[in-house]
């Protein structure tokens, strides 16, 4: 059974980066199509960037584009999610989720996907 683990959340000033890691078991990120969502105080989950590792494809959200990177480490089995000049509004839990196969339309679609971790909590100051 596949099994998400995040980890690298915090508190943060604006401005500042930080990198959240996505760790699978039972499962690899290879071939398949891997994406973070978060889901601010208040608000509904949304996408936020989204990689497909077959064709290296990536499809990011417009409010996080120049600001955030999603990479893969086939061997650690762990996907990153490289967040720069960090704002208030980034603030949110950060959730790792991954889907067979191709990345496809709909994209960044919450429904489509089948494996989930439990999220990692980041906090941007002003």
């Known amino acids: 059974q596949a099994r998400l683990v995040e980890s690298g959340g915090g508190s943060v000033q604006a401005g500042r980066s930080l990198r959240l890691s996505c760790a699978a078991s039972?499962?690899?990120?290879?071939?398949?199509?891997v994406a973070w969502f978060r889901r601010a105080p208040g608000e509904e989950r949304e996408g936020v960037i989204e990689?497909?590792?077959?064709?290296?494809?990536?499809t990011v959200d417009d409010n996080v584009r120049g600001r955030f990177t999603i990479s893969l480490d086939d061997n650690k089995g762990t996907v990153y999610l490289q967040m720069n000049s960090l704002k208030p509004a980034d603030t949110a839990m950060y959730y790792c989720?991954?889907?067979?196969?191709?990345?496809?339309?709909?994209?960044?679609?919450?429904?489509?996907?089948?494996?989930w971790g439990q999220g990692t909590r980041v906090t941007v100051s002003s």
């Open positions: 990689f497909d590792t077959r064709n290296r494809l990536i």
């Open positions: 989720a991954a889907k067979d196969g191709y990345c496809s339309f709909p994209y960044l679609a919450e429904n489509t996907y089948k494996n």
């Open positions: 039972g499962y690899t990120f290879n071939e398949h199509c």
